[in-house]
């Protein structure tokens, strides 16, 4: 064998190796492919844009965009523009639990203290107050978080609202908050992907069930259900009244909860094109 032919072969296994590499990467990296029929491997769902306020347990806190300028958000790329809603997506700060409200009484949610907690206790637990991001969060009226902010679930609320009906609180707080509670509308439409009608009637909450679920690392369901800020009143006779909060409860479905302590999920809105 001449050392022009050994010179060629060995050029020839090089090449050979560097295009199966790079067709190995791209196949793992961008499709989905079984080998001999017994192994398959499906590519990752993408994560969606993430950003990264505050630290819990030694950990950077991870929120994912959800909708931009009011719609839902399916890209990518983090956008340079537009008012931007994260929710946090960190895991273990999932496990982090409060109750609604502290006392079984009739309150809005602009009264109840999960407010208060997420004002407070919650900014020192998240170490959020001398955070750059938390400090150009663009908070949100009360007057704002009240509208669609009333949900009829299964005809309890009110018999002036039709079952399962959307509906607008009021408030004359001239308070805003930087961290707040999703309503049922915004969890259907920017966490589910569904779109409340002229009708304001959500009747197909179930068809995103799967969206709305909380998972661990694992990918494994957690046994937590989280709150919503869309509430109504109860009233079993004249002297038992109190405050009834909507969760989307293990398994994504919705469900109402008063004296638990339940999963705290916050968002904010933030200018885009300060990130």
Same mark, same amino acid.
């Given at each position: 064998?001449?050392?022009?032919?050994?010179?060629?072969?060995?050029?020839?296994?090089?090449?050979?190796?560097?295009?199966?590499?790079?067709?190995?990467?791209?196949?793992?990296?961008?499709?989905?492919?079984?080998?001999?029929?017994?192994?398959?491997?499906?590519?990752?769902?993408?994560?969606?844009?993430?950003i990264t306020m505050g630290e819990y347990q030694g950990e950077a806190v991870e929120w994912k965009l959800i909708a931009v300028d009011g719609q839902k958000f399916n890209g +990518?790329? /983090?956008?340079?523009?537009?008012? %931007?809603?994260?929710? @946090?997506?960190?895991?273990?700060?999932? &496990?982090?639990?409060? =109750?609604?409200?502290?006392?079984?009484?009739?309150?809005?949610?602009?009264?109840?203290?999960?407010?208060?907690?997420?004002?407070?206790?919650?900014?020192?637990?998240?170490?959020?107050?001398?955070?750059?991001?938390?400090?150009?969060?663009?908070?949100?009226?009360?007057?704002?978080?009240?509208?669609?902010?009333?949900?009829?679930?299964?005809?309890?609320?009110?018999?002036?609202?039709?079952?399962?009906?959307?509906?607008?609180?009021?408030?004359?707080?001239?308070?805003?908050?930087?961290?707040?509670?999703?309503?049922?509308?915004?969890?259907? +439409?920017? /966490?589910?992907?569904?779109?409340? %009608?002229?009708?304001? @009637?959500?009747?197909?909450?179930?068809? &995103?069930?799967?969206? =709305?679920?909380?998972?661990?690392?694992?990918?494994?369901?957690?046994?937590?259900?989280?709150?919503?800020?869309?509430?109504?009143?109860?009233?079993?006779?004249?002297?038992?009244?109190?405050?009834?909060?909507?969760?989307?409860?293990?398994?994504?479905?919705?469900?109402?909860?008063?004296?638990?302590?339940?999963?705290?999920?916050?968002?904010?809105?933030?200018?885009?094109?300060?990130?």
């Open positions: 064998m001449t050392k022009t032919f050994k010179m060629l072969t060995t050029i020839s296994f090089i090449a050979m190796a560097i295009v199966l590499t790079f067709v190995g990467v791209w196949a793992i990296t961008d499709l989905d492919f079984s080998v001999g029929g017994d192994i398959t491997y499906t590519a990752p769902e993408p994560k969606g844009p993430i +990518e790329t /983090l956008p340079t523009s537009g008012i %931007g809603t994260f929710i @946090i997506s960190t895991v273990n700060c999932i &496990y982090i639990t409060a =109750y609604f409200h502290d006392e079984l009484e009739m309150v809005e949610y602009e009264d109840a203290s999960i407010r208060d907690y997420l004002k407070n206790e919650y900014v020192s637990t998240l170490n959020l107050s001398s955070d750059t991001t938390y400090n150009k969060i663009k908070a949100r009226t009360m007057k704002d978080l009240a509208v669609d902010a009333g949900y009829n679930y299964n005809g309890l609320a009110s018999s002036s609202h039709a079952d399962n009906e959307v509906y607008d609180k009021t408030s004359t707080s001239t308070e805003s908050d930087k961290l707040w509670l999703l309503s049922v509308k915004e969890a259907y +439409e920017w /966490l589910g992907g569904g779109v409340v %009608g002229s009708d304001n @009637i959500i009747s197909d909450w179930n068809t &995103y069930r799967e969206n =709305y679920q909380l998972k661990d690392k694992d990918q494994a369901y957690m046994s937590l259900n989280y709150w919503l800020r869309s509430l109504f009143w109860y009233q079993e006779d004249p002297f038992w009244e109190e405050t009834i909060a909507m969760t989307v409860s293990t398994d994504g479905t919705l469900e109402s909860l008063s004296d638990v302590s339940c999963a705290v999920r916050p968002a904010f809105n933030i200018d885009l094109s300060l990130l």
